[in-house]
């Protein structure tokens, strides 16, 4: 298995621009949403279990 870096990458054969600053700050949005969702969702089955455990005693 070949290991590339930077300066020992073959070139990009595709006609694919740079991304742009805009481009990069909607990706970084998009990820933040998809960490906020799996926190939101940790949160609120820690909440479930905390009940369900309570029951239990």
């Known amino acids: 298995m070949a290991v ?8 990009c054969k595709s006609k694919a621009t740079a991304l742009t600053k805009l481009d990069i700050a909607k990706l970084k949005i998009k990820e933040l949403e998809a960490r906020n969702k799996y ?5 609120d089955l820690s909440k479930k279990l905390k009940e369900i455990q309570k029951k239990v005693k």
Do not use: D
């Open 4 to 11: 590339w870096t930077l300066s020992s990458r073959p070139p």
């Open 39 to 43: 926190l939101e969702m940790e949160k």
